[in-house]
Nanobody
Framework: QVQLVESGGGLVQAGGSLRLSCTAS????????MGWFRQAPGKEREFVVV????????YYTDSVKGRFTISRDNAKNLMYLQMMSLKPEDTAVYYC?????????????????WGQGTQVTVSS
């Protein structure tokens, strides 16, 4: 089992940047593919990006490609989401999640553990 805690959210103007962190506790962080999801008010939770166990492979949703960068530090049980050129439509609660799936997945149901979320607000 793994416990996840997000940090780094906040209020930023459009065009600005934020870096989110996800701290994992428990064993075997490298057993999990890690992902970021987000949920805006009144909307369903949506996939943002997933990273492989080694960190060597990533997959982004189209709306964040070229603006967001995911990374992980397996030695420190940390995952990051560097967000640049933020837009008001990026406003949401951002969640990190861990998946034991054997394949990279964008489905929330395939993720076994979730953090509590961190709010990102982008003002226009």
């Amino acid at each position: 089992q793994v416990q996840l805690v997000e940090s780094g959210g906040g209020l930023v103007q459009a065009g600005g940047s934020l870096r989110l962190s996800c701290t994992a506790s428990g064993r075997s962080f490298t057993n999990y593919r890690m992902g970021w999801f987000r949920q805006a008010p009144g909307k369903e939770r949506e996939f943002v990006v997933v990273i492989s166990r080694s960190g060597g492979s990533t997959y982004y949703t189209d709306s964040v490609k070229g603006r967001f960068t995911i990374s992980r530090d397996n030695a420190k049980n940390l995952m990051y989401l560097q967000m640049m050129s933020l837009k008001p439509e990026d406003t949401a609660v951002y969640y990190c999640a861990a998946s034991r799936s054997s394949i990279a997945t964008i489905r929330a149901v395939d993720y076994d553990f979730w953090g509590q979320g961190t709010q990102v607000t982008v003002s226009s």
